[in-house]
């Protein structure tokens, strides 16, 4: 009796949330990539920024993504999102350190005391028949 008992009631139940299911509308919880297509795309740096931190393996949010209009590009260095187009200890990859005097100009370790392109400091070029001596232009 008490098996007949428990079966009935589970045949009852299956029946009421069958019913409940025909008259209620159907309901759907919207994913983040319903309301905004764009809202995944790795592309977008969507908040990432230098220095955010990261798992190179299971949460990998900065893998060469873009920030700052893209002046930086963002890789997972030791843990913690790296720019590796002007951080001195991670220059063009992860764990590419600049030596003594060098900075990280454009991805590339640059001795800004003598290049004319990046005197003292990235992107500062000297005019045209000036040397870049000491970090400073036409230094006399």
């Known amino acids: ?3 007949t008992c428990l079966s ?3 045949l009852l139940v299956s029946v009421l949330l069958f019913m409940i299911s025909l008259i209620a509308p159907p309901c ?3 994913s ?3 309301k905004d297509p764009r809202a995944g795309s790795r592309f ?3 908040g990432v920024k230098k220095g955010d931190r990261c798992d190179p393996v299971a949460n990998n949010v900065c893998s060469g993504v873009q920030a700052k209009d893209g002046t930086q590009l963002l890789y997972c ?3 913690h999102c790296r720019n590796v187009l002007s951080d001195r200890n991670n220059c063009g990859a992860c764990g590419v350190r600049c030596g003594f005097g060098q900075l990280c100009c454009k991805g590339k370790c640059t001795a800004v005391a003598y290049d004319v392109d990046n005197c003292g400091n990235c992107g500062t070029v000297c005019q045209p028949g000036l040397r870049c001596e000491y970090g400073s232009c036409g230094y006399a």
């Open 1 to 3: 009796m008490a098996t």
């Open 8 to 10: 009935s009631r589970r």
């Open 28 to 30: 759907r919880i919207a």
């Open 32 to 34: 983040a990539m319903e």
């Open 44 to 46: 977008l740096a969507q």
């Open 77 to 79: 260095c030791k843990n």
